[in-house]
């Protein structure tokens, strides 16, 4: 493509050199530039990208987008200078990429938690009606059987127009989407055009990157203010953020709740551990999940279907079918008759959640022994509410290590331990080594109580000192049951 057709979706301030050379790819990477590629310099969070000119030209560049041009020109070689490479960086992809966007229908999910069973379920109920699909999640990317790593909630925007390049060559109809905050405030989703929004629920997280729960929100609400007309939004009514998501959208609104009047509604009838019976809508339906959250989660689901054509028979038929995914509230029975639960909740208000999905299932019947800790390098506020969270709602508490990265695991224990009192503490007892940790409460566990494994749920590595160690929950838990 010639370089002057890629800039037609953005304003240069400046353009020095030869503007209609062919442009054979795009990155934001230096180590993966070739001959003939076009260099976009992104000011990072931890690097300045415009370091790494001098790199890019030497393996190939022959175009520069940049904010600052640089003091040494290279001849033969094309320099852009924009206001914002963050911003631009995506309606240049897009462009690159053929606008795959507006060849599928693009769902977006947002919100705190139940993004990825959002998505995910989208992804297999659409798959499970007939269509070719394609999911961009935390756990792993998907183009219909494809499973492609994951290694950020929302890929860059280069990597995201050319998995929905390669998701439209491969025949896909429909493609379901996480959109993280970052992601959203760092315009990694700039130029795609959805088809419809869906928020979950807007709770404390990410604050070591936004600072203030408000910048959070606007991060999460600017995705709805950029939906077209002629998209959807549906938004969770019984969150008190959910209509400031949507009170200046273009898009058609809808609502779901489980406790008043909105356009879908649900009801729980029977809950067990192996699943609930719900109401959707005046329809009876049984389902493999559990928790209100989860009624949430599968009303959003279904007001998505809806949005998108299907009939609520058809939807149900198929939801009816579908498993929770990796992770999420997943049972492990051990052979003495408790149950090990796996969940990726870390933030308090999944953790309370969880909770409290488990006890609505539990019935006062047996007890409930969590083990949780909290990431390192992360929101330091969250910690003692983490801590505080478990300790409310269960018999017994471990606090341990989850991903330190480069913070001590005991240092992260203490902030967590810093937010009980005397009475609370009795409650707790703190083990550095999840390993052992888990083992601990599965030896303190009898018939009948529930083991809580949180914070990690479908990861497979324990992040210390800047390297990923083989850590997983549920292999751990199959070993102790012999399974």
């Known amino acids: 493509m010639k370089l002057n057709e890629l800039l037609k979706n953005i304003k240069p301030v400046a353009v020095i050199g030869e503007q209609s050379i062919d442009i054979k790819g795009v990155n934001i990477d230096s180590r993966k530039i070739a001959e003939g590629h076009l260099f976009i310099a992104m000011k990072g969070t931890q690097v300045d990208g415009h370091r790494f000119i001098p790199k890019a030209i030497e393996q190939g560049a022959k175009a520069i987008l940049c904010e600052d041009m640089p003091e040494m020109k290279v001849e033969g070689v094309t320099y852009v200078k924009v206001e914002s490479t963050e ?39 659409f798959r499970k009606m007939g269509y070719k699909c394609g999911l961009l999640s935390t756990v792993c990317n998907y183009i219909e059987d494809e499973a492609i790593p994951a290694d950020h909630t929302t890929p860059d925007p280069i990597e995201l127009n050319e998995l929905l390049g390669r998701m439209v060559n491969t025949g896909c109809e429909y493609a379901f989407m996480e959109c993280s905050s970052h992601a959203i405030a760092q315009k990694r989703i700039s130029g795609l055009k959805f088809t419809g929004g869906l928020f979950t629920n807007l709770t404390r997280d990410h604050l070591d990157y936004h600072k203030t729960f408000e910048n959070y929100r606007n991060a999460k609400k600017a995705f709805f203010d950029e939906l077209p007309k002629g998209a959807f939004a549906i938004t969770n009514a019984d969150d008190k953020n959910g209509m400031i998501m949507v009170q200046n959208t273009k898009a058609t609104v809808k609502t779901y709740s489980t406790r008043s009047a909105a356009d879908f509604k649900a009801r729980i009838l029977e809950c067990h551990f192996e699943g609930m019976y719900l109401d959707i809508d005046g329809h009876e339906v049984g389902v493999q999940f559990i928790g209100k959250f989860n009624v949430s989660n599968l009303l959003t689901v279904y007001g998505a279907a809806r949005m998108l054509g299907k009939q609520p028979e058809d939807i149900l038929l198929v939801m009816s079918t579908l498993h929770s995914v990796s992770g999420r509230l997943e049972p492990i029975h051990s052979p003495e008759g408790y149950t090990a639960i796996v969940d990726y909740a870390h933030t308090p208000d999944a953790l309370e959640n969880v909770l409290k999905a488990i006890h609505e299932v539990l019935n006062g019947k047996g007890k409930l022994i969590t083990v949780c800790g909290a990431g390192g390098n992360r929101d330091k506020g969250k910690r003692p509410l983490m801590a505080q969270e478990a300790v409310k709602q269960s018999d017994k508490v471990i606090i341990t290590s989850d991903n330190p990265r480069f913070e001590e695991p005991q240092d992260i224990i203490n902030d967590m331990l810093d937010g009980l009192n005397a009475q609370q503490l009795k409650k707790v007892i703190s083990i550095v080594d999840r390993k052992e940790a888990i083992r601990t409460a599965c030896m303190m566990a009898q018939k009948g109580d529930v083991i809580l494994v949180a914070g990690k749920g479908h990861e497979t590595y324990q992040e210390i000192k800047g390297v990923k160690y083989h850590f997983d929950d549920k292999e751990i838990l199959n070993n102790i049951f012999g399974n």
Do not use: E, W
């Open 87 to 125: 911003d631009a960086a995506g309606k240049v992809a897009t462009l690159f990429y053929g606008d795959p966007s507006k060849k599928l229908k693009l769902v977006g999910v947002t919100g705190t938690n139940g993004k990825t069973t959002v998505a995910t379920l989208l992804y297999n109920m």
